[in-house]
């Protein structure tokens, strides 16, 4: 085992800029990753909502024309005497 020396260790080992150049461009690429996987998911739970508010709005819809159609019914609108 060697005597660690005080200091930083630039000081005492070569300078890699192909590694260094290489490992930043590995950090800022997970970074985007991570920024494209939340813009998808805000992008999904916006279609979730998207697809809620049309089924409330079809089912508005076949509520209203079953309420009509019984309506007509229960009135007697349906006679053609």
């Known amino acids: ?7 930083s260790r630039f000081l005492y080992e070569p300078f890699d800029a192909t590694s260094a150049r290489v490992e930043t461009l ?3 690429s997970e970074e985007r990753w991570l920024a494209l996987e939340r813009r998808l998911g805000g992008i999904e739970a916006l279609l979730d909502r998207m697809e809620r508010r049309m089924w409330m709005a079809v089912y508005g819809v076949a509520g ?10 229960m009135t007697g609108g349906l006679n053609t005497t």
């Not at 085992?1 to 005080?6: E, G, L, V």
Request: proline content about 5%.
């Open 1 to 7: 085992m060697t005597a660690r020396t005080p200091g």
């Open 26 to 28: 590995e950090r800022v």
């Open 64 to 73: 209203t024309v079953a309420a009509q159609g019984l309506f007509l019914v």
